[in-house]
């Protein structure tokens, strides 16, 4: 073991010991930090997916070089998961850099990915310095696939991910396969659990949409898919999971939220400090539930420098400015504050109130569930 990963090791220890004071004290300030962070050295993708805000022509963002690796120094030497991307494609930044700030800090890539990109060659590149792929694929049906993933071909997302599995399993890679939920697709996820364990996969995880573009209100299910229609498909989800040895994650609105588990984990695991950390961070959703899983350890950095406490990184919840102050006084300045204090008091900003990655934790307090209230069916 080098010296510096036995740093990592000590470090990790004394970080979420700290996070834990921290929330059990319900401090404003933090000495924990993020272990999970996303970074945008740019928010370029190759598709226009319908259900995010790519689809809506964003402009093109770029952080340069030399600010990049100053942040970066910042906020790696407590990281152990890096994602590169800010709802982008991470494959399309310039990987000989990324994969070399992954070897200086002892980091795992953790990516989200379009399959379109990864082929056989980028997959052995990329291997030793990537803990988790989630392939993005969000239908078994070759037509629904390219209408909410546009510009993307079927047929060679299939190849690359067909051609990616040996290799992931060569070098200890999780593997796993991202949908979300949408009126366009929900009634094919039964079909899509068999596609996951067609290509060779075991796990996978259903995202309901969230409201990140503007085609959101002609995609939601709400108002157009009844409850009894829709736990019919969870429950056909159930059984072809169970019929194929596949673990889902149902991050779905109440009461079908939950983890399916119908194939142990494996032991052997190439980033173990990430594997325990994960392990503390289910004790901590469970001990806190009022408080959102993902802030408690998530640091989202986009392009211009702007960070957030979460993946969707919404603008009411914009903490400050990397490039114009330093992480650590982000971290813990005003806005943080006071967004902590709203999570242990339940006075939730209106975006968390109704986000399922808050009020989908089974542990989250029944007595706050507005988002649950405000719910219509047909």
């Known amino acids: 073991m080098t010296s510096h990963h036995s ?121 030793r310095h990537t803990h988790r792929i989630w392939f993005s694929i969000d239908s078994p049906v070759k037509e629904t696939f390219e209408a909410l993933r546009v510009n993307a071909d079927f047929e060679t997302v299939l190849e690359n991910i067909r051609a990616a599995l040996p290799i992931a399993r060569k070098h200890h890679i999780e593997i796993g396969f991202n949908a979300v939920v949408m009126e366009p697709n929900w009634h094919q996820m039964p079909d899509l659990v068999d596609l996951v364990a067609d290509l060779g996969g075991d796990q996978m995880s259903l995202q309901e949409l969230l409201p990140n573009s503007t085609g959101y209100d002609e995609l939601r299910i709400e108002g157009k898919v009844d409850d009894e229609t829709y736990g019919a498909m969870v429950e056909g989800v159930r059984l072809r999971a169970r019929e194929r040895g596949v673990n889902v994650s149902l991050h779905l609105h109440a009461p079908f939220g939950g983890e ?30 009022g408080f959102c899983p993902m802030a408690m350890n998530y640091v989202k950095i986009t392009p211009d420098g702007k960070v957030y406490p979460c993946c969707r990184g919404p603008e009411e919840l914009e903490m ?26 339940g006075e939730y900003p209106d975006v968390c109130s109704t986000c399922l990655v808050l009020t989908g934790n089974p542990h989250f307090p029944a007595d706050r569930r507005a988002g649950d209230a405000a719910r219509t069916s047909p």
């Open 7 to 127: 740093n990592k090791i000590h470090r990790e220890s004394e970080n979420i010991l700290a996070l834990a004071q921290d929330l059990g004290l319900e401090r404003l300030e933090w000495t924990s930090r993020p272990t999970e962070v996303e970074f945008g050295f740019n928010n370029h993708c190759n598709l226009l997916c319908v259900m995010c805000h790519q689809a809506d022509g964003i402009p093109s963002k770029r952080m340069p070089p030399a600010l990049a690796a100053k942040v970066l120094e910042q906020v790696l030497p407590f990281a152990l998961h890096l994602t590169p991307s800010d709802a982008s494609e991470p494959l399309m930044n310039d990987m000989d850099a990324v994969l070399a700030f992954c070897e200086k800090h002892d980091v795992q890539m953790l990516l989200y990915c379009n399959g379109t990109l990864l082929d056989e060659a980028l997959m052995e590149r990329i291997a």
């Open 260 to 289: 399916l588990v119908n194939r142990p984990a494996d032991p052997a695991s190439k980033a173990p400090l990430a594997q325990v950390r994960e392990l503390h961070m289910d004790s901590l959703a469970k001990m806190h539930g």
């Open 320 to 345: 400050g400015n990397v490039l114009e102050t330093s992480f650590d006084e982000v971290w813990n300045g005003p806005a943080y504050r006071e967004f902590r204090r709203r999570m242990h008091s």
